[in-house]
T-cell receptor
Framework: GAGVSQSPRYKVAKRGQDVALRCDPI?????LFWYQQALGQGPEFLTY????????KSGLPSDRFFAERPEGSVSTLKIQRTQQEDSAVYLC????????????FGSGTQLSVL | DAKTTQPTSMDCAEGRAANLPCNHS???????VYWYRQIHSQGPQYIIH???NNETNEMASLIITEDRKSSTLILPHATLRDTAVYYC?????????FGQGTTLQVKP
């Protein structure tokens, strides 16, 4: 595809609901990253995939957060039992070695938990 | 990854060069310097990166000091559309740790 695509663009959830956020990376990109960005803050790293392998999940804030990339392309970030503090923009990025640090970001999913 | 220090905000007149500084005094030998920017309501956008040598592309120039402890991103002719938050990041590649960045306001 032309760029990284994320859906939905906006999501409103009631506290306690489960949500699933989708990321379609640039076709052929091996690496995929998820970031969380609170209002007025820089993006914070959540997790990283290389193909289907989740190599780093050190940034996931709790066990309510789960990410997968079963076929090495599309990825889903799932948040269970959402809390108000989960309200943020969730950004997905992809890259292709050897340009490891040159990430292409999507526009993000803005999650609001009421 | 090394920590970077950037001014919180800067102003620049439209048409003039914008020089954005970044300190990364604890950078290690294999870490690159990356610059990204984020325009409101969009995801971060890659601008440029370098290891030791100065770099230039269609968007900007990157000047890295000889000791690699600091760098400067130069937007040669700033436009109103360059108003954004600019992030300086050091990394060996892949996982990027963003700080607070510099909010650049380009004024007419």
């Amino acid at each position: 595809g032309a760029g990284v695509s994320q859906s939905p663009r906006y999501k409103v959830a009631k506290r306690g609901q489960d949500v699933a956020l989708r990321c379609d990376p640039i076709s052929g990109h091996v690496s995929l990253f998820w970031y969380q960005q609170a209002l007025g803050q820089g993006p914070e790293f959540l997790t990283y995939f290389q193909n289907e392998a989740q190599l780093d999940k050190s940034g996931l804030p709790s066990d309510r957060f789960f990410a997968e990339r079963p076929e090495g392309s599309v990825s889903t970030l799932k948040i269970q039992r959402t809390q108000q503090e989960d309200s943020a923009v969730y950004l997905c990025a992809s890259s292709q070695p050897p340009s490891g640090g040159k990430l292409f970001f999507g526009s993000g999913t803005q999650l609001s938990v009421l | 990854d090394a920590k970077t220090t950037q001014p919180t905000s800067m102003d620049c007149a439209e048409g003039r060069a914008a020089n954005l500084p970044c300190n990364h005094s604890t950078i290690s030998g294999n870490e690159y310097v990356y610059w990204y920017r984020q325009i409101h309501s969009q995801g971060p956008q890659y601008i440029i990166h370098g290891l030791k040598n100065n770099e230039t592309n269609e968007m900007a120039s990157l000047i890295i000091t000889e000791d690699r402890k600091s760098s400067t991103l130069i937007l040669p002719h700033a436009t109103l559309r360059d108003t954004a938050v600019y992030y300086c990041i050091t990394s060996v590649g892949g996982k990027l740790i963003f700080g607070q960045g510099t909010t650049l306001q380009v004024k007419p």
